[in-house]
């Protein structure tokens, strides 16, 4: 049952569509490389024929917004992203319906954000237009390559932002550039969602009061990749990290936002206080459980009290959310000096219900009461 657009917004997307110049590749894919790739896709490391491509200079501002060839990019040594790391970016889906019809969730959150992220780096605010365009054009243009919709797979999409000026010193870049890469991708579990295990981080941080945790920029996940490390060597998939001002509270994992389910059908998830990055599958998340009838607590959250509710069986599931694996069950949580596991490991209801009605709306199963999904093909 795929969504409706209203006519106005249908209009601007094809609008701001069409200001993208589209230049072809002389050498795409084949037909049958293609449709194999497609078929039997993995994150991130197939990419299609084309990418989305604005420059931005302090002189002419945006222009030469254009659908090129995906290639190499060309870089000065001293172009300043790869000395100062002004670089943003954001990650979204393009979903193929029954229909055929191709939907994007939620891109305007994911265009404000964007905004967000480039004002707290100092980088120049593409407008909503723009990011909406840049996406609908280079979906249309490799529409081939957006997977049948069938065992959860889509089309990935990541658009960022960098410094490209050539020059040493510290000060806001007077050139940019930006761009939309896509790729083919599977299901997160391809063989079934199964519970991960988490190491919680009691000694580095993610971010800190007044940093960049609440942008979306490489400099917060490069240095979340050593404690990343700990976690794989103590057989844990991801890692949870706590606030930095108290080094109580849990805050986000590396990549996604965590919530926990109370044995009362409660959930609570810490509050963004401006190091926690404000997930787009975070808010859908909440709507949808408040919706539900469970009440939803955005707080702080102390791990004393989520081992204490572990062992006690006030709590009695956990989850983690974000665009790649959408809601993701917790079967263990451990640190240095505790080991416990969720509910027996298991995949909660809540967590399984919640999972469920979110990807419904998304690949036009279920009614987009919300008016979250947008149509683009």
């Known amino acids: 049952m795929s969504s409706s657009v209203p006519e106005g917004l249908a209009t601007s997307v094809d609008a701001a569509a069409a200001a993208f110049e589209v230049r072809l590749t002389s050498t795409p894919r084949p037909?049958?490389?293609r449709a194999e790739l497609v078929k039997e896709p993995s994150f991130g490391t197939v990419f299609t024929d084309h990418m989305a491509r604005v420059s931005w200079s302090n002189v002419e501002g945006w222009h030469g917004r254009r659908i090129e060839p995906y290639g190499p990019l060309q870089l000065d040594p001293a172009s300043a992203v790869l000395h100062y790391g002004q670089e943003i970016f954001e990650g979204l889906k393009a979903y193929r319906h029954a229909d055929g019809s191709i939907w994007m969730f939620r891109p305007?959150?994911?265009?404000?954000?964007?905004?967000?992220s480039a004002e707290r780096l100092a980088l120049p605010v593409l407008s909503e237009d723009d990011f909406l365009g840049s996406i609908a054009a280079l979906v249309r243009t490799d529409v081939t390559w957006v997977p049948d919709g069938d065992a959860e797979m889509c089309l990935y999409l990541r658009p960022f932002m960098y410094a490209s000026e050539g020059f040493l010193g510290v000060r806001p870049a007077d050139e940019v550039e930006y761009l939309v890469i896509a790729s083919p991708v599977g299901p997160y579990f391809p063989s079934g969602v199964k519970p991960v295990s988490i190491w919680v981080s009691q000694e580095y941080n993610r971010s800190g009061p007044g940093g960049?945790?609440?942008?979306k920029c490489g400099g917060n996940y490069a240095s979340s990749l050593l404690p990343q490390q700990q976690a794989y060597a103590q057989g844990c998939e991801q890692?949870?990290?706590?606030?930095?001002?108290t080094d109580t509270n849990l805050?986000?994992?590396g990549g996604m936002n965590v919530f926990v389910v109370h044995a009362d059908g409660s959930v609570s998830t810490p509050r963004l206080t401006g190091s926690i990055l404000e997930g787009v599958t975070r808010s859908s998340v909440i709507q949808l459980l408040r919706?539900?009838?469970?009440?939803?607590?955005?707080?702080?959250?102390?791990l004393t009290e989520v081992l204490a509710g572990l062992k006690n069986g006030s709590i009695n599931e956990v989850f983690a959310c974000g665009t790649a694996a959408v809601v993701t069950p917790v079967g263990r949580l451990a640190g240095a000096e505790f080991d416990l596991t969720v509910a027996d490991g298991d995949a909660g209801k809540i967590t399984m219900d919640v999972r469920e009605q979110l990807m419904d709306i998304q690949y036009g199963r279920a009614t987009d009461r919300y008016g979250w999904t947008r149509r683009i093909v």
Do not use: K, M, Q, W
């Not at 919706?291 to 102390?302: C, F, K, Q």
């Open 31 to 33: 037909a049958e490389e």
């Open 108 to 116: 305007d959150a994911n265009a404000r954000r964007f905004a967000a």
């Open 212 to 215: 960049t945790g609440s942008a």
């Open 239 to 245: 890692v949870c990290f706590l606030d930095a001002r």
């Open 251 to 253: 805050e986000e994992l």
């Open 291 to 302: 919706d539900a009838g469970h009440e939803v607590d955005e707080s702080d959250i102390p």
